[in-house]
């Protein structure tokens, strides 16, 4: 009996020191196709960097999910490089589903979109982006593509919207507000937004001549 459990220990041993050893080799060659595929995509050689980065996804080794979502991301941004938008956005659609709460990947998800002349898609993208990350650039982005529709009303709600938050694009968003509520001819609004942003950023030489010009308006 003894002898059997030391036979089975000694197998079960072989058995990981095998497994163990494959599995440093795939890592090792993991690691290795990695290096060239940023090594091409620096030299924005995106064809060969996704070669590299198919080799290596192609790699399993345990404990690398990090390893593979990073180079996902790299694999993404080599056909956005190379206008494949449909491919790019397809992998940051598997990126957002690792982790749905990183804003990048809606982001340049978004923008594959926007690169493919698919603008339903991108605002669709920038909305979830803001619903699952409440990053308010989101709203921002949304705002840009209604405006360039002459959907002043959906740009005005996404503005005051971003105006609420707390975030680092209140100056955006209050020259926005002025660019909307002038196209709308509501000159009043426009006028009070253009007030804010002058008292709040005196600096702005722009947004001062605006100021004054919309002062003749009211």
Known sequence: MMKWV??????????????????WRQYSRKIKYRENALLYFKEEDYTKSIRYLKKALKRHAM???????????????????????????????????SDDTNPLFYSMKGESYLKAGNDKEAVATFKKGWEKTKDSSFLLKQ????????????????????????SGHKADFLFEKIIVSESRQDYQAAYEAAKDYVEMYPDDEKAKKEYIFLSTRI
């Open 6 to 23: 030391r036979r089975t220990i000694l197998a079960l041993i072989v058995l990981t020191i095998v497994i163990c050893g494959w599995q």
């Open 63 to 97: 404990f690398s999910e990090k390893l593979d979502d990073d180079m996902r991301c790299y694999l993404a941004d080599s056909y956005f490089e190379l206008e494949e938008y449909d491919k790019a956005s397809v992998i940051y659609d598997s990126l957002i589903d």
């Open 143 to 166: 705002a840009d593509l209604y405006i360039a529709r002459k959907d002043y009303d959906a740009a005005l709600a996404c503005i005051d919207q971003g105006l609420k938050e707390d």
